[in-house]
Structures are given as C-alpha cells and as structure tokens.
C-alpha cells in the first residue's frame, strides 16, 4: 500500500506523439477492439434493412427468374448454368441472360 501511495501519477491518456518505451498510456491497455454497442446496434440495422429490400426485389420476379437466381446465388449446392439449361430446355447462353436481367430487376428495387 505504501508503494501505492507514494509512487508516481500516470496520466490517464498520453499524447500518442511519445516515442518513449518507458511511457506508456493506461487508455491504450484499456481500449476494447470490440464494437460499441452503437455499431452492433447500426450494423444489425443495415442488416435486416438491406434482407428487406433483397426480399421485396426477389417477389417483383418471374418464377423463372427467381428459380435462376435462387439456384445459382442462394444456395449452398450452386447450380452451373449448364444444369439450368437443361432444367429449362434452353441455352447456357440463354440462362445467362435470364440471370443478367434478374439481377437487374433486383439491383434497381435494392436501389429504389
């Protein structure tokens, strides 16, 4: 305790221009790389707003359209655009342009 007492004040939050080794601010050891609460709080927000939106634009598709997009972007077994073609007797090609103009339709509701 006594060494407590008699030792010497630190400042709690050092300029950061020291270049000594020997200083050192307390506010540095205490400073969380965490998030605020704050920050989660926006981040969840920009979430759920930005699933709303994806949401609202994958209902303005055909069903079609949304099979497309469904099978080649929101699954874990991604489908090729071969199988697609297959699945709806027409050109890769075809599948491909089908995807472009989905994701075009989606692009200009998210943005709306």
């Known amino acids: ?9 630190v400042c709690f939050d050092l300029s ?6 020997d200083n050192y601010s307390p506010q ?5 790389s965490d998030p605020s609460p704050e920050q989660l709080l926006e981040k969840q927000t920009e979430s759920d707003s930005n699933h ?5 634009g994958l209902d303005k ?7 497309i997009i469904e099978s080649r ?22 599948i491909r342009q089908l995807e472009s103009a989905a994701m ?3 692009k200009s509701q998210i943005l709306a």
């Open 1 to 9: 305790m006594e060494s407590r007492l008699h030792g010497q004040d």
């Open 16 to 21: 950061s221009d020291d270049s000594d080794d």
């Open 28 to 32: 540095e050891w205490l400073t969380s």
């Open 52 to 56: 709303e939106l994806l949401f609202k």
């Open 61 to 67: 598709l055909d069903d079609r359209s949304l099979d």
């Open 73 to 94: 972007w929101l699954t874990d077994k991604k489908a090729t655009l071969q199988e697609l073609a297959e699945k709806y007797d027409v050109s890769a090609e075809r």
């Open 104 to 106: 075009k339709k989606l």
